[in-house]
């Protein structure tokens, strides 16, 4: 049972380009949530999708967008990237089945350096 | 707004001594805490979720107590072992329809020394 996804492991942009990082949930769920790790800091929210929507967002600009397609697995948007998007980026997914107590997994994680 | 607190930063112990890490929240209305552990540069490790509604959840050499009404949770480790050296996060999630995020804490840097 493959857990949470996450591709690329690491990615190095230049400022004001743009990036795609994607994620594939664990098996049997069907909620991916976006976090935004900075150095030596807990994880922000950036997003949460179910449904192919995007039902709670946290104190992100615009330029973070994203996307889940029908198989759930979703994709992070990052437009016209600043030096302070340098970050480890966290996927999460978690099932809505009743008696799972919504319980959060996590994957590896997208190291993104903006030079 | 939700505001989480480990206590300490960081600590460091003898191989085979009993600890405990500290959270704090500071709005007691939450659905669920859970405690993560975290390898540098890696990702999140689900080590135990705590519903709101219960008071200690047990994996192994790992407890977890929550007291909602204090908005304190603490996570002790028995038996401590080098492999257990890793950055400790705990992250609560708020009632409410339409809350699903979780807020977290900075983490407990923790040294289990040989």
């Known amino acids: 049972d493959a857990g949470v996804t996450q591709s690329p492991t690491h990615l190095i942009k230049t400022r004001g380009q743009q990036v795609t990082l994607r994620c594939s949930p664990k098996?049997?769920?069907?909620?991916v949530s976006w976090y935004q790790q900075a150095l030596g800091q807990g994880p922000q929210f950036i997003f949460q999708?179910?449904?192919?929507?995007?039902?709670q967002r946290g104190n992100f600009p615009d330029r973070f967008s994203g996307h889940q397609f029908p198989n759930y697995s979703s994709e992070l948007n990052v437009n016209a990237l600043l030096l302070g998007d340098s970050a480890l980026y966290l996927c999460?997914?978690?099932?809505?089945?009743?008696?799972?107590?919504?319980?959060?997994?996590f994957g590896p994680g997208t190291r993104l350096t903006v030079l | 707004k939700q505001e989480v607190t480990q206590i300490p930063a960081a600590l460091s112990v003898p191989e085979g001594e009993n600890l405990v890490l500290n959270c704090s929240f500071t709005?007691?209305?939450?659905?669920?805490l859970q405690w993560f552990r975290q390898d540098p540069g890696k990702g999140l490790t689900s080590l135990l979720l705590?519903?709101?509604?219960?008071r200690e959840q047990t994996s192994g050499r790992l407890n977890a107590s929550l007291d909602k009404s204090s908005g304190r949770s603490t996570l002790y480790i028995a038996a401590s072992q080098p492999g257990d050296s890793a950055t400790y996060l705990c992250?609560?999630?708020?009632?409410?329809?339409?809350?699903?995020?979780?807020?977290f804490g900075k983490g407990t840097l923790l040294t289990v020394n040989p």
């Open positions: 999460a997914s978690s099932s809505t089945i009743g008696g799972l107590w919504n319980e959060q997994f």
């Open positions: 098996s049997g769920h069907d909620t």
């Open positions: 999708y179910y449904e192919e929507e995007e039902r």
């Open positions: 709005d007691s209305a939450i659905y669920n």
């Open positions: 705590i519903q709101s509604s219960q």
């Open positions: 992250a609560v999630r708020k009632s409410g329809g339409s809350n699903y995020k979780l807020t």
